[in-house]
């Protein structure tokens, strides 16, 4: 049986995750004596263990911070604890939006960054790049997955979606490419939106059906620009960008980001809900399963011309071919 922890060890572990959820910028004691309404005298005895934590205090740094407690009475390294988020229709799009914007400006703000993409999908951030794919993306979403009441008898247009979402999706790609990233790709990455442009003009939920076609040809754009990109090794923003093909079919959309020594993973699933930790060991194992991923992969990022091509060329073959299959049906 794991030794319990003693009550001191519990508060010290706390308040170092809390710790390290923060940049080199902001004061700990600061932030600590704000957020408990105590002076930085009150929170340098609560770091120190001179003063328990109350339960109330405790709360409010785990709602602040999307933390637990639980995961401190357990030494198991089998044992992470996850904070989650998921769309719905009372967890809106705009809400997950700004989490996901949060999360990127804190792994923005770190002297030290990278972010590590296991991509079953393109990352969605790409998507945002362009507005006409961001908000059929989005629309799909409210559509068809969140079951938004709202979007129940719409149709898809360019401006379906209020403009402050659709900017607001175009900020992540902003923050997106100042990171620099190493993706691992599989040869399914695009299949699923082009499955899902498929649908929605099978299903007649385009105000205009020629807006199919022209949402190819933007993804086409789109993958013209990446393997531009790719051969320069770098993204718009001048961050850094490995690229990585691997013939396996990656099993979901995993992150792992670093920043400033300190890790935090994402892990996608169910389409749009989200599971996020710094659990140590959980993000060592991540870490692992993605090196060795790598491993088995081909680098087609500023080398590879000739693997580069073939990878892009396939999956714009792919883009043709619905396009041509658009033109072949056309709906009443």
Not at 50 to 75: G, I, N, P, R
Not at 175 to 187: A, H, M, Q, T
Not at 204 to 212: I, L, P, R, V
Request: glycine share 2%; hydrophobic share 40%.
């Amino acid at each position: 049986m794991a030794q319990s922890l003693s009550t001191n060890n519990i508060q010290s572990e706390f308040l170092s995750q809390i710790k390290s959820r923060l940049t080199d910028k902001v004061s700990f004691v600061d932030t600590l004596a704000q957020l408990l309404g105590t002076s930085r005298d009150g929170a340098y005895r609560r770091i120190r263990g001179d003063t328990v934590l109350s339960l109330d205090e405790a709360k409010k740094l785990c709602d602040y911070f999307t933390l637990s407690l639980d995961a401190l009475f357990t030494q198991s390294g089998n044992t992470s604890v996850f904070h989650h988020r998921a769309l719905s229709t009372t967890y809106t799009l705009e809400r997950w939006l700004v989490s996901v914007a949060k999360n990127l400006q804190h792994i923005v703000s770190c002297a030290d960054k990278r972010i590590l993409f296991t991509a079953r999908d393109i990352p969605i951030f790409y998507l945002f790049r362009f507005p006409e794919l961001a908000s059929f993306k989005m629309f799909f979403w409210l559509k068809t997955i969140i079951r938004d009441p709202a979007y129940a008898t719409k149709r898809f247009h360019f401006k379906v979606l209020p403009d402050e979402v659709v900017k607001n999706a175009n900020k992540l790609w902003k923050l997106y490419s100042s990171v620099p990233c190493v993706e691992i790709w599989s040869d399914e990455a695009i299949n699923e939106t082009l499955k899902q442009i498929e649908f929605c003009y099978e299903c007649g939920y385009f105000e205009n059906t020629g807006d199919a076609s022209f949402l190819c040809e933007k993804f086409s754009g789109l993958l013209h620009m990446l393997k531009a990109e790719a051969r320069l090794g770098q993204k718009e923003d001048k961050a850094a960008f490995h690229l990585y093909r691997n013939e396996l079919l990656i099993a979901n959309n995993t992150i792992l980001a670093e920043r400033d020594n300190k890790q935090i993973a994402f892990v996608n699933y169910n389409t749009l809900s989200l599971l996020t930790t710094i659990e140590k060991s959980f993000c060592t194992k991540t870490e692992v399963y993605i090196n060795n991923l790598i491993k088995n992969s081909v680098l087609i990022s500023a080398s590879a011309e000739k693997e580069r091509n073939l990878f892009f060329n396939k999956m714009n073959e792919r883009i043709v071919d619905l396009t041509n299959k658009l033109k072949r049906k056309p709906l009443a």
